[in-house]
């Protein structure tokens, strides 16, 4: 089976500038960090204004300060959430890069900011690297999927050196539960763990290089395969301007399957929200049965979606949503520096905006929950930050009504 490692997106807390995913991964250095620039998106002012929904300000200037979090502003992007409006950080010390293990320390914030380290079971093997490639946070567990590289030399001859794939449970109160080890004849990329305790998994078919989105019983076995249709991915404009250089793999062209890596599952209630960044698609609600609903979001002219903020199923959606030439930018350079984005309330049912939400405080990149019918932030303030205020520097949670 071939393998193409990947990492999350990393966001510099204070500085909102993004890293993604590339061939060798490893977490970013300080020297990453890039100056602010301006959005590579050209529209125009009748661009802005055309079908402008009304706006919603929402100051989240104030925070609760956090103890117990890493004294680190390097965490993996986007912040995680569970339905519950419990907000996941994973933190990243870039000192430990030659450990063999590509994977941050893992903290939730709950809303009234209590915080909970959640230890995950990573094996330890000698010459093998170990990459966390998802992590989601369900109702009643949290799903990390993983794989282990064994390291080969010119001694190990023909050693298998095929990736091995695991998922590590563990409690919402931050306690290891179990670890899955997964025998599937696919490559699993994202999870994401039901109400059932049966996980959903998108990965790529290995013959035909196509994503495939299936079920999988509580002990990680193969259940069956949920309809994925590839065709609208490779009918969507944006998403053929993103990926016209197909990833090439075994000899063939996977332009179908290249979307797939950065697709995403996020949770909603119960339910499963399962999107594509960077494109008009539909926002597929999926449950034990397979594909719900799938809400086709009407975005202003320009706008893309780039991330539905995780929430309750009584709630509204809030989309982060960005221009194309952002997106072309981060897939371009692995690296985009303060992307122009928005955020817009929409109606779940009928997809249609309510209303745009301009943030003060901090940026729209930065919020991680919509769940409570609120926005949550989590801050990290250097000392920079806080030299002519009370404040002192470190993490805070802002949270306001929405």
Same mark, same amino acid.
């Given at each position: ?11 510099f %807390?204070?500085?909102h500038t993004?890293?993604?995913? @590339?061939?060798?991964p ?5 020297s990453q ?7 590579t998106a050209?529209? @125009?002012?009748?661009?802005?204004q055309?079908? %402008? /929904?009304t706006v919603r300000?929402?100051? #989240?200037?104030d *925070?609760? /300060? #956090?103890t117990?979090?890493?004294n680190s502003?390097?965490?993996g992007?986007?912040a #995680?959430?569970s ?5 996941f950080?994973e ?5 430990a890069?030659?450990?063999? =293990? ?6 939730s914030?709950?809303?009234s900011?209590?915080?909970k380290?959640?230890h995950?079971?990573?094996? =330890?093997q000698?010459?093998?690297?170990i990459?966390?490639l +998802? ?17 080969t030399?010119q001694k ?5 050196? @095929? ?12 306690e290891?539960?179990?670890?899955l080890?997964?025998s #599937? ?15 959903? $998994?998108?990965?790529?078919e /290995?013959l035909?290089?196509q994503?495939?989105l ?7 076995t193969y259940l069956?395969s949920l309809d ?12 053929q301007?993103l990926?016209k250089n197909p990833?090439k793999?075994?000899?063939s062209?996977d ?6 890596r950065d697709a995403v599952f996020t949770?909603?209630g119960n339910k499963v929200?399962f999107f594509q960044?960077g +494109? ?11 594909e719900e609903?799938? &809400?086709?979001v009407s975005l202003p002219k ?5 991330? &539905?903020?995780?929430s309750?199923?009584?709630d509204?959606? =809030?989309i982060? @949503?960005?221009?194309? *030439?952002d997106? $072309? $930018?981060?897939r371009s350079k ?8 928005q955020?817009?309330e =929409?109606d779940?049912?009928? !997809?249609n905006?309510l209303h745009a ?6 940026? /729209? !990149?930065?919020?991680s929950c %919509?769940?409570?019918?609120?926005l949550?932030a989590p801050?990290?303030l250097?000392?920079?930050? &806080? ?6 520097a470190?993490w805070?949670l802002?949270?306001q009504d929405?």
């Amino acid at each position: 089976m071939t393998y193409r490692s990947f990492l999350p997106l990393f966001l510099f %807390a204070g500085l909102h500038t993004f890293g993604q995913q @590339s061939n060798n991964p490893t977490p970013p250095s300080k020297s990453q960090v890039k100056a602010p620039a301006q959005s590579t998106a050209n529209t @125009s002012a009748e661009d802005e204004q055309e079908d %402008a /929904p009304t706006v919603r300000t929402i100051d #989240l200037s104030d *925070g609760k /300060p #956090l103890t117990g979090l890493p004294n680190s502003p390097i965490v993996g992007y986007p912040a #995680l959430c569970s339905s519950d409006g419990t907000t996941f950080l994973e933190f990243y010390n870039t000192s430990a890069q030659s450990s063999g =293990v590509v994977a941050g320390q893992l903290f939730s914030i709950s809303e009234s900011g209590e915080i909970k380290k959640i230890h995950r079971n990573l094996p =330890v093997q000698n010459k093998a690297t170990i990459y966390v490639l +998802s992590t989601y946070p369900g109702e009643d567990a949290i799903a990390t999927l993983f794989s282990v590289i064994p390291q080969t030399s010119q001694k190990d001859g023909e050693r298998d050196n @095929s990736p091995q794939y695991y998922i590590s449970l563990s409690k919402r109160n931050g306690e290891f539960s179990k670890q899955l080890p997964l025998s #599937l004849r696919f490559e699993p990329l994202k999870v994401a763990v039901l109400e059932s305790g049966r996980f959903l $998994m998108l990965g790529i078919e /290995p013959l035909n290089h196509q994503p495939m989105l299936a079920l999988l019983d509580t002990d990680g076995t193969y259940l069956r395969s949920l309809d994925l249709d590839p065709r609208p991915i490779a009918g969507s404009e944006s998403l053929q301007a993103l990926y016209k250089n197909p990833v090439k793999r075994s000899g063939s062209l996977d332009a179908s399957a290249a979307p797939a890596r950065d697709a995403v599952f996020t949770p909603y209630g119960n339910k499963v929200l399962f999107f594509q960044p960077g +494109s008009d698609l539909p926002v597929r609600i999926l449950g034990e049965d397979g594909e719900e609903n799938a &809400v086709h979001v009407s975005l202003p002219k320009n706008y893309l979606l780039e991330y &539905v903020l995780p929430s309750s199923t009584s709630d509204t959606w =809030v989309i982060r @949503s960005q221009r194309l *030439g952002d997106f $072309m $930018m981060l897939r371009s350079k692995g690296i985009a520096t303060n992307p122009k984005q928005q955020l817009f309330e =929409v109606d779940p049912l009928t !997809g249609n905006v309510l209303h745009a939400l301009q943030i003060s405080g901090t940026q /729209p !990149g930065e919020i991680s929950c %919509a769940a409570d019918k609120k926005l949550s932030a989590p801050r990290y303030l250097s000392r920079g930050d &806080v030299k002519d205020t009370d404040k002192s520097a470190g993490w805070y949670l802002a949270s306001q009504d929405r």
